[in-house]
């Protein structure tokens, strides 16, 4: 079983700045994507950034040249910094590892953390 949790959320003024940190623990695995997903009020929830095991990153269009995706300093850990940060990014925000593969394969999922963008 891994425990997905994320941190760092909280309210900022648009054009702001804030970095949301995420860690898996319960087993030892090598993610093969780390992806972090937001929801919005009535709203799917949608894909922000992604980083595949190659390093290779993809954002949504709404986010590109704003957030960027690493890799935590630890093994199964991830960030996302969100630069001039806008009303519309508010939401709740999810971490995910993809984990194993084939038919065993599976997306872990964090409890989320709110993020609110309001002057």
């Known amino acids: 079983q891994v425990e997905v949790v994320e941190s760092g959320g909280g309210l900022v003024q648009p054009g702001e700045s804030l970095k949301l940190s995420c860690a898996a623990s319960?087993?030892?695995?090598?993610?093969?994507?780390m992806g972090w997903y937001r929801q919005t009020q009535g709203e799917q929830r949608e894909l922000v950034a992604q980083?595949?095991?190659?390093?290779?990153?993809d954002y949504a269009d709404s986010v590109k040249d704003r957030f960027a995706i690493a890799r935590g300093n630890a093994k199964n850990t991830a960030t996302l910094q969100m630069n001039s940060l806008k009303p519309e990014d508010t939401g709740v925000y999810y971490c995910?590892?993809?984990?194993?593969?084939?038919?065993?394969?599976?997306?872990?999922w964090g409890q989320g953390t709110q993020v609110t963008v309001s002057s």
């Open positions: 995910t590892f993809d984990i194993g593969s084939g038919p065993l394969a599976f997306r872990a």
């Open positions: 980083m595949f095991s190659d390093g290779k990153t």
């Open positions: 319960g087993r030892d695995f090598d993610a093969s994507v």
